[in-house]
């Protein structure tokens, strides 16, 4: 039985944790709207509506998440065993938090917002886990 790095794991628990919250979060904000609709958002609302910020939070992370874990499993399939690794795993779960959690605080239309430094970091995160297993495989 292989074992992994407990930072690693404990990242990606946070992750799933995370997009679980912003699933519930996403739901139960637009459920308690007149009127709401299961399955459709109001095409005319945008960043001064809390509807909208959750429901685009979630699918901000059904954007980037996957794509993120896919890149961690290849890590973990290919053994990748690197303090980094657990470092830009971790970085990322935080870095989804803090977009979400600016993403509800701050209606702005701004770009770039704060929360798009936070959108960045998880991006470099990604990168630099995929740039990881490519010099691992290639080795």
């Excluded at 679980?20 to 308690?32: D, E, H, N, R």
């Excluded at 459709?40 to 993120?68: A, C, Q, W």
């Excluded at 701050?106 to 991006?123: C, D, H, M, Q, Y």
């Excluded at 995160?125 to 490519?134: S, T």
Aim: proline share 5%.
């Amino acid at each position: 039985m292989n074992t992994y790095d407990p930072v690693v794991l404990t990242g990606i628990w946070i992750i799933i944790a995370t997009l679980l919250v912003q699933w519930a979060t996403a739901a139960a904000v637009k459920a308690k709207q007149p009127g709401a609709i299961p399955g459709k958002v109001p095409e005319d609302i945008s960043h001064d509506s809390l509807v909208f910020r959750t429901h685009r939070t979630f699918m901000n992370s059904l954007e980037n998440v996957p794509m993120f874990l896919f890149t961690v499993f290849l890590g973990m399939f290919i053994g990748l065993d690197s303090v980094w690794f657990g470092y830009w795993v971790m970085l990322f779960a935080l870095a989804r938090i803090l977009h979400m959690v600016l993403y509800y605080a701050i209606a702005t239309e701004k770009n770039p917002s704060p929360r798009s430094w936070f959108f960045v970091l998880g991006a470099v995160a990604n990168i630099a886990v995929l740039v990881q297993c490519a010099m691992a495989l290639w080795a």
